[in-house]
């Protein structure tokens, strides 16, 4: 699709995608959002990009082809729910670690739950733009 | 004690992952045997935790049961999920000669893996939701694996297969927001305890009846099973090998589940209807199979035949007959995959699957005669072979309880049965080939033979085990069966609060 | 509000199944949205609609206060619906590529898996 407004608002819209979609994954875990809203958005982004620009131009944005990202995705979930054990947990059992923690303050929460959302988030994205590049490019 | 529950699971998954990363490469095959012998590990030593210690249950998370998710492995789930490390180890080593490179390409082997992964859920789960899971991973993985090449047969095939199952899914789902309106649970064991107590019992029946057909799709049992002769004979001859050991057995397995330890409070009703389903589903089956003439559409027709088997052990809930189903499921496994394993090489030797098109098998190729003609036997019934074990149980079982009509038809099936086999031997291998083609062994290279006829003549062996030595595997039949008619021990492992 | 929702399940599955009854597989598809989406409400529904709060824990409790939502079966919608958005990516490609391949999306009309003549 050729289109003037199309592009120039893509370039505003997909950094735009992008960010928001890092912001609702990180904010998951106790306010509204997480790994799969965010991997939506994410892949929205891209996808936005794909109908302006091209599906060739999209791949070549994400560098790597959208199926090794889901892939991968699910090896981090995996290893998210594997970690217990490490600590002697049963599987998904979340582990903590607060960072600068005092008695009052809790510090800087980071956890297993985390990586499994990063996980969902990669799974996410790469599935759906495997897909849609897919429809797309057979629709050339 | 978690551990062991969960690796059959993690294992495949993990597996996967590195399959797809390396699937432009060589080793990527590699991982996948690799990956398939670890699993098979795993599930021997969880087989040996569940000998020694009786029922074992892990709560994912730690969450207690009944709220969070449940892995729960008694004998039937053991054996079935040793059965599938088998069976997966199996085609992992056919694959490497039967998978082209284009195929590799296209992730099959993460694709074959993820399947495996979702088997072994489906079978080691106690939660009814996280099964819809499971049978989710593994429909999206069938649904790759069946379309994988794009041919335009097998896309015909994979319309009708997702089509149908789609529904199946749907159902399933409905059943289990149904099941959680009336009981409040979706935990098996505590499902079936409130099932007990519940005096919804007519909601009940309707349920399980939505369960019965979403579970009869998946296991292509009669009037339900369409797509499996659609769709069966379409992919790669590994794909169809697992798809037809596997694929029908899960939705048997639940099928056994779901009305052993839930839905036991009307058998008048259910298992009648069950009874009804399961001689329809051998009879068609078998007649759809003496109509066809080529070589894998008889052997997807032959599925649908004995899994009418498996349910009559199910349907008649004698303990003998539960013996008998148990039996079956595992017997069926191993030989129904390993004759579609023999298909494959007889497609390389001949070049198609065609019965017209083929034949002079047994002349060129004896060993492959050979190795036929021990799953072939078997499924009809012969003795010493390990189906004529798991027959002589359920028709045993049928006479025990006056039922004449439903070991006739047993009986007459085995007959059909015998009669496609023979078939399928006289075209392919007794008759010389159409065109006076000599197709040999040799012509095949050394490392992909070898590949091709390992895994053939592994499950041949075990068919001839259990065969000659039923004596502990009915032994075995006997205790999972007792397990599933007596659930006090499941429902206490889970229950218990034992992690 | 149970009645209602009952209803409205009640309809969506009269035009999902009206719609599956149609040869052609798009339209089959559009009815397998409608159905999933009826199967959805009705877990949502089997969890006992109830005028509650939202099913969070205060600060410093074990338990909620008061009276909660049921948070399983929002659960089980969520995942139910992230499964069927999957599946339901898949099932239109693979209607896409069948009517790349076959040139038809009447199913009367794929017959090349199970062709005609195989019958006789």
Redesign the interface.
């Known amino acids: 699709m050729n289109s003037i407004i199309l592009l120039a608002g893509t370039r505003l819209l997909v950094a735009l995608l992008l960010v928001f979609s890092v912001f609702m994954l990180l904010r998951g875990h106790n306010t509204p959002g997480g790994g799969?809203i965010g991997g939506l958005i994410g892949a929205t982004g891209f996808v936005v990009y794909a109908i302006a620009c091209g599906t060739e131009q999209a791949r070549q944005a994400l560098r790597v082809p959208p199926?090794?990202v889901a892939?991968?995705g699910?090896?981090i979930g995996?290893f998210a729910?594997?970690m217990a054990?490490f600590f002697g947990?049963?599987?998904?059992?979340?582990q903590w670690l607060f960072i600068g923690a005092t008695e009052t303050e809790k510090g800087l929460p980071l956890s297993s739950v985390l990586v499994f959302d990063i996980g969902v988030y990669l799974v996410v994205l790469g599935?759906?733009l495997t897909?849609t590049f897919?429809?797309e490019e057979?629709a050339d | 004690m978690s551990w062991i529950l969960g690796l059959p699971i993690i294992i495949p998954f993990f597996t996967a992952v590195i399959a797809f990363l390396t699937k432009e490469r060589p080793s990527g095959a590699w991982w996948s045997v690799l990956g398939s012998l670890l699993t098979l590990i795993a599930a021997a030593a969880l087989m040996v935790v569940v000998l020694q210690e009786g029922v074992v249950a892990a709560q994912m998370g730690d969450w207690p049961a009944p709220f969070g998710i449940t892995l729960v492995a008694d004998l039937l789930s053991a054996v079935m999920v040793v059965i599938t490390g088998i069976t997966g180890l199996a085609v992992a080593v056919y694959a490497l000669a039967d998978i082209d490179e284009a195929k590799e390409r296209l992730g099959y082997h993460a694709l074959f893996q993820v399947l495996i992964a979702g088997v072994c859920g489906a079978f080691l789960t106690g939660d009814l939701f996280n099964l819809y899971v499971w049978f989710e991973v593994m429909l999206i993985s069938s649904f790759g694996l069946l379309v994988l090449g794009g041919s335009r047969a097998q896309i015909d095939g994979g319309i009708k297969y997702v089509a149908l199952n789609l529904v199946s899914t749907i159902i399933f789902l409905t059943g289990v927001g149904l099941l959680y309106g009336v009981t409040g649970t979706l935990n098996m064991a505590d499902l079936a305890l409130a099932v007990d107590q519940s005096d919804q019992k007519g909601l009940l029946t309707v349920i399980a009846v939505m369960f019965m057909f979403a579970f009869g799709v998946k296991a292509a049992l009669f009037p339900l099973f369409f797509w499996l002769p659609a769709a069966y004979h379409t992919p790669a001859f590994s794909v169809s090998a697992v798809f037809a050991g596997l694929l029908t057995k899960v939705g048997v397995y639940a099928l056994i589940r779901m009305f052993t330890l839930v839905f036991d409070h009307d058998i008048g009703f259910t298992h009648t209807i069950l009874l009804w389903v399961a001689c329809f589903t051998m009879v068609v089956g078998v007649l759809g199979a003496a109509a066809q003439q080529d070589f894998r559409k008889i052997l997807s027709f032959h599925i649908v035949s004995q899994i009418g088997y498996m349910i009559l052990g199910l349907a008649l809930y004698t303990p003998l007959a539960i013996v008998g189903a148990v039996f079956y499921l595992v017997h069926h496994i191993v030989v129904k995959a390993n004759l579609f394993l023999v298909a494959g090489v007889a497609q390389r030797l001949c070049g198609d699957t065609d019965l017209r098109k083929i034949g002079g098998l047994y002349k060129s190729a004896p060993l492959l005669a050979v190795l036929f003609l021990i799953p072939a036997f078997s499924l009809a019934g012969f003795p010493p072979l390990s189906g004529f074990w798991a027959k002589y149980i359920l028709v045993k079982a049928s006479l025990d309880i006056d039922a004449w009509f439903i070991a006739f038809i047993a009986l007459a099936v085995g007959l059909l049965t015998i009669y496609s086999m023979t078939k399928i031997w006289g075209e392919a291998f007794w008759k010389p080939h159409p065109e006076g083609v000599e197709p040999e062994l040799r012509a095949i290279p050394r490392a992909a033979l070898i590949a091709y006829l390992v895994p053939i003549a592994g499950l041949a062996t075990l068919t001839i085990i259990i065969g000659f030595f039923p004596e502990p595997f009915v032994q075995f039949a006997e205790r999972a069966a007792a397990q599933l008619l007596d659930p006090s021990d499941y429902i206490a492992a889970v229950l218990g609060g034992g992690t | 509000m149970e009645v209602m929702l009952s209803v409205l399940v009640g309809v969506l599955v009269a035009a999902a199944v009206y719609l599956m009854l149609a040869r052609n597989v798009l339209r089959f598809l559009f009815g397998l949205i409608l159905i999933s989406n009826a199967a959805n409400l009705t877990i949502f529904t089997s969890g006992r609609v109830t005028e509650a709060a939202p099913p969070l824990i205060p600060e410093g409790a074990e338990a909620p206060v008061g009276l909660v939502a049921n948070a399983l079966p929002q659960a089980l919608v969520l995942t139910a619906i992230v499964i069927g958005f999957g599946l339901f990516a898949f099932a239109l490609v693979l209607a896409f590529r069948a009517y790349d391949a076959l040139g038809t999306l009447d199913s009367d009309e794929m017959r090349v898996a199970e062709p005609v003549e195989d019958t006789k």
């Open positions: 799969f199926e090794n892939m991968v699910l090896g995996l729910g594997v054990a947990d049963a599987f998904f059992v979340g599935s759906i897909l897919a429809l057979g």
